[in-house]
Structures are given as structure tokens and as C-alpha cells.
């Protein structure tokens, strides 16, 4: 069979060395991506081995890293999980008002104004949280501490500075609210046109259509998204340690002035004055926030990657 | 034949006029509601309730008022759909309120300290009143400069390898990854260049190449991602017209692929180098700061514009007001960059962008 061997001969390519040098250095920088990766994890737990292993007195706090963490452990979690609450359906509702409800010609420059809110960076939204929002919260918190204070959230005593969880909450679903809002937009930018022209060809009223080709598809990308800002607020740093008073208690009042730290807060504040196990035992706290918001977005894109193979694209 | 067919058209006609009439409501309808609501709403809050109180009443009341016409009038699914719209809407215009609330303050109390001084002067003997940012800027400049020298041929080269050699598995297990570790918070980036250099140098030694380091973590991931979408776009034929000219890969990745990709690989840096500017956490644990102005990136602290408006804050003199006055000057000098950086990045993709067709 001369006539098949002879393109496939001619086909094969050779392999210069320029080509080889090339494709070895950006492999390469691929392959670098993941030894970064690994490398966090390593280096984490290589300098956090010594307060790991130190006898409990001997860590701050005098009661071992597990203690130490827990009440920041829970600071994160609470305050994280509480901006999702906020953040996640108001990212939901501005990515359908850029999608569906703004002017044509509007849309994509009111979207540009939502992105700039990620713009800012975290420290801004510090100082912002401590000068404007924290006093004006005052008022509210007490009128919540009144009239809802059977709920624990709301218990009170009202911190007279409002530098209080609820302040730290309301900041960082501000600054997640852009990464969700992103996400969700491009969602619902791949829904299937013919899907809305189907429902509205059925008499649908704009909701009607949202809720029936819209919403649907673009469940698991929101899911997704609010994972993805589950991230940030988790890992969040400046603008908390500015924000927000802490004694670290562990407690869910939102409005008193006895407020559990996060973890990324904890070693801002103490990080630069530490020395020694001090040290060590921050570095044991970052670990446990690098794997908690490892997990976190593994899930996230995990989820939204599902997505994307079943989509009306393919 | 034809008398039935009339007869059948006149009983449709009586059937219809006789139905009750799907009416809507006029245009104007919606927007009177609305003047109605924000007249009621602006005298209560004229009359002392407070400005936000005024605006949840102006809301509540538009609502009630429309829906409840709407219902009378179109029936309960366009009163929904009504309500449904204003409920997206005022999402969106209450989203928008911290960004000028940010922005309000940070202009307003910023612009006290732009000034001459401000720009030339480091705060190395600065009690109380005067001093500057010099050695800030300085730093903030050699450090980010430094990480994009780190993050971008290793970022590009990655992408590269994405789009142009990767086949299989490995590459799916690069994108996932680098997708997650774009979530990768930024203190735990500084904690990882500082525990990379605690192992190296020993422990607490702070410089700025740790600092770029820290950054570069964080803006790779960045740059991959934007390189990757832009190789995507480049069009198969161009590639294969180089092969049929017998242009070896790595020439025409570097002479076709880059240089027809550059203009959005650009606008993806420039977002990168806004979004690692800012970072104030990581270089808080691996730089520190210092009053003085430090050249050499190899060797102790240096001052960064975030970290330095940080201390500024927490740590005022007495008077607080000169430091409070540095550190909102400092935080408008950021935002300042940021946005100039987000402006030039839509420039460049603007102006340089593949045009479609032609």
C-alpha cells in the first residue's frame, strides 16, 4: 500500500529543536500551575508543623492550635455564609435586570458599572465600612435590638461604634456581590434564545418566561456562583480586620460589640507584631482557611464545569 | 355558503366584545405611580425620617400602587410581572448605592492631601503634620512590576500550552485548577511566599521580592485565563496558512497566534495588574512597611501605597487628623490607578479588537 504510507511519511513532523524548547517551557509553566498549588499546601503545612505539634500551653491562647482556630473557624464561617445570604439572590436579580430588563443599548455599560464595584480594592471597602456604613448602622441595630431582639441574631447590647459583625457582613456581600453577579450574567447569556421565544410564543408574561426557560437553566451556574463568592467571603481580609471590633467570643449576635474574629482578620491583626510558635500557629490557622476555601471552590467549579457540558451549546 | 360564514363572523364578534376585554395599562401608568410614590416619599423623608427610610417607603408604596392597578386592570400574572420588574430594578439601583457611597467618600475626603508634597515626600521623620506617599509609590510600583515580570511569561506560557500543545487529561486537571486557584484568598497567598522564604532565609525576613511573589500567585491565574480565551479566538485557518508554508510550531505560535491575540492578552494584564495593585493582605505579612524610601526589592521592608493608607489608619498619632488625611489620599491615589488601569484595559481591547468580517 505505497499510496497510504507515503503522506503519512511526509506528514510526520520533525521535530526541531526550537519546537522542543518551546513546547518543554510552556508545558512546563503548565505543570508549574500545579506545583504552585501543591506548594501552598506544602509550605503551609511545613511552617505550621511546629504549632501543630507544640504542647497546647505553649501556642497563644494556651489551649492548642484546634481551640485557637475554632472561634475564628466559626467567625469566617458566620460571616461568609450570612453575606452569601444577602449577596446571592441580589447578584441573581442585577443579572437579570442587565440581561433582561435594561435597555439594549444600556446593558453592557450598567454591567461595567457592577464590575467596577470589584474594582475597589478591599481596603477601600474598609475604610468605607468603619467611617460611613458602621455609624450608620447604629440607629437600625437598635431598632432591630427592640423590636426583633428575640432573635439571637439581633440579642443586643447595640455596639455604640456599629464596627460590629452586621457591618462586616453587609461589606463583604457587597464585595462578592460582582464575582456572583459575573458569573450568573454569563449563564444567562448562553440560555438558549429559542427556549424565551417558546415561552413567549405561549402567551408567557416576561416572569413567566424567566421562571420557565431562564431560571431553570441557569440553576446550577448561580448554585456555582454563590459558591464561588462563598470563596471570597471566606478568604476576605482587609476590609474585615478594619471593619469589624473583636473579642472573640463565639456568638451569633450580629449587633453587639462582642464579635468572634475570622481567621484572615486574625492574621492580619496579628501577623506583623508575631514572633516564634506565634507565628507558626497564624500560619496553622491559614492553613485550615487555604483548605476550607480549596474545597469550597473545587465544589464551585465543579459544579458550574457540570453545566457547561450540557448546555444548549453542544 | 356565504350566510353561514357571516353569521359565524358576527357571533365571533359578539362572543369577543361580550368576553371581558384583556386591557393594559397605559405607558404612563407606571411612571405617575412612580411620581406619586417619590412625592410621597420625599416629603416624609423632608419631614425628618431618615433618607433610607424615605427610599424603602418610595419603593414600598410605588409596589402597592402599581400592582395593585395593575390587578384591577390586567389581571394577577401581568400584576406579578409588573411587581417582578420593580423588584429587579430597585435590586440593581440599590447595588449601585455603596459604589457611590465609596466613591463620594473617598473623593471627598481624599482630595485634602493632593498635593506636592504629598507625591514627593516619604514619611522617614514625619511627625504629625506633612509627609507623603514617595516611598509608597515607589514601592507599590517596583513591587507589582516585579510580579507581572514574574506572572506574565509563565501566565502566557501556560495559556500557550492550554490552547496550542495540551491534549487529554492534564490539560482538563490545568484548567480546573487554575480556575480554583483564581478563589485562592489573598492572605493565604502571603502566608505561602512568606513560609516559601521563611524555609530559604529563615524566619522573619521580609522583602519585596516576597511580596511579588505573593502577588504573582494571585495574578497568574488571571493571565492564563485571559490568555486562554484569546488563543481560543484566533482562527484555525490562520495556523494552518503557516503550517502550509512549513513555519515550525513554536515559530508560528510566536509569529501568528501571539501578535493576533496581543491586544486582548494586554487587556487581560492590565486587569490582572488592577486587580493585584490593591492587594493589601498579602503584602502586609511578607513586605511590612517602613517610613523611608527602599530601592533594592532584595532586602528589607518596603512601603506599598494599601499597606501604608493601613497603618496610616490604625495606627494615627495624635492629632489623628494629618495621618487620617494620608491614608484617604492614599486609598483616592489607589482607586485613582485602579480605574485608570480598568480605563486603559477597555481602551486597548476597543481599540485592538479583532474586527469581525472584513
Known sequence: MPLSETPSAVARPRLRAGDRVFAGLSTGAGLLILFVLAGVAAFLLVEAWPALTAPPEEVPGGRGVALYVWPLLFGTALSAVFALLIAAPLAVTIALFVTYYAPRALAQGLGYLIDLLAAVPSIIYGLWGFTVLAPATVGPSGWLADNLGFIPLFAGPVSATGRTMLVAILVLAVMILPIITAVVREAFRQVPRLHEEAARALGATQWEMLRMAVLPFGRSAIIGASMLGLGRALGETMAVTIVLSVSGGVTVNLISSGNPSTIAADIALQFPESTGLAVNTLIASGLVLFAVTFAVNMAARTVINRRSEFSGAN | ?358
Open chain 2, 1 to 358: 355558503m356565504s350566510v353561514p360564514t357571516r353569521t359565524e363572523r358576527e357571533s365571533d364578534l359578539t362572543l369577543t366584545e361580550a368576553a371581558p376585554v384583556r386591557r393594559t395599562l397605559p405607558p404612563w401608568a407606571p411612571y405617575a405611580a412612580l411620581a406619586v410614590a417619590i412625592a410621597v416619599g420625599g416629603t416624609v423623608t423632608l419631614a425628618g425620617v431618615s433618607a433610607g427610610l424615605g427610599a424603602v417607603l418610595t419603593v414600598v408604596l410605588y409596589v402597592a400602587c402599581v400592582v395593585t392597578v395593575s390587578r384591577l386592570v390586567e389581571g394577577p400574572r401581568k400584576a406579578k410581572d409588573r411587581a417582578v420588574t420593580t423588584v429587579v430594578t430597585s435590586a440593581f439601583l440599590l447595588a449601585l448605592a455603596p459604589l457611590i457611597s465609596v466613591l463620594a467618600t473617598v473623593i471627598s475626603r481624599g482630595t485634602a492631601r493632593m498635593d506636592v508634597e504629598f507625591f514627593t515626600f516619604s514619611m522617614r521623620g514625619v511627625v504629625g503634620e506633612g509627609g507623603g506617599v514617595y516611598h509608597a509609590i515607589t514601592g507599590t510600583l517596583m513591587i507589582t512590576g516585579l510580579a507581572t515580570l514574574i506572572s506574565v511569561p509563565v501566565g502566557m506560557l501556560c495559556g500557550v500550552y492550554l490552547v496550542e500543545y495540551a491534549k487529554g487529561r492534564l490539560a482538563t486537571v490545568i484548567t480546573f485548577f487554575v480556575d480554583v486557584m483564581t478563589g485562592i484568598p489573598s492572605i493565604v497567598a502571603g502566608l505561602f511566599a512568606y513560609a516559601l522564604f521563611a524555609l530559604i532565609l529563615g524566619p522573619g525576613v521580609r522583602m519585596g521580592l516576597m511580596g511579588a511573589v505573593a502577588l504573582s500567585v494571585l495574578m497568574i491565574p488571571v493571565v492564563v485565563r485571559s490568555t486562554e480565551e484569546m488563543l481560543k479566538l484566533v482562527p484555525n485557518e490562520l495556523r494552518e496558512a503557516a503550517y502550509a508554508l512549513a513555519v515550525p510550531k513554536w515559530r508560528m505560535i510566536l509569529k501568528v497566534v501571539i501578535p493576533t491575540a496581543l491586544a486582548g492578552i494586554a487587556t487581560g494584564v492590565t486587569l490582572a495588574i488592577a486587580r493585584v495593585i490593591g492587594e493589601t493582605a498579602p503584602l502586609l505579612v511578607t513586605v511590612g512597611i517602613t517610613q523611608s524610601v527602599n530601592l533594592n526589592p532584595f532586602d528589607g521592608r518596603m512601603a506599598t501605597l494599601p499597606v501604608s493608607a493601613y497603618y496610616q489608619y490604625v495606627n494615627p498619632g495624635v492629632p489623628p487628623d494629618p495621618s487620617l488625611d494620608r491614608a484617604w489620599s492614599a486609598a483616592l491615589l489607589l482607586i485613582i490607578i485602579v480605574m485608570a488601569l480598568n480605563l486603559v484595559a477597555r481602551l486597548i481591547s476597543h481599540r485592538f479588537a479583532p474586527k469581525s468580517g472584513g
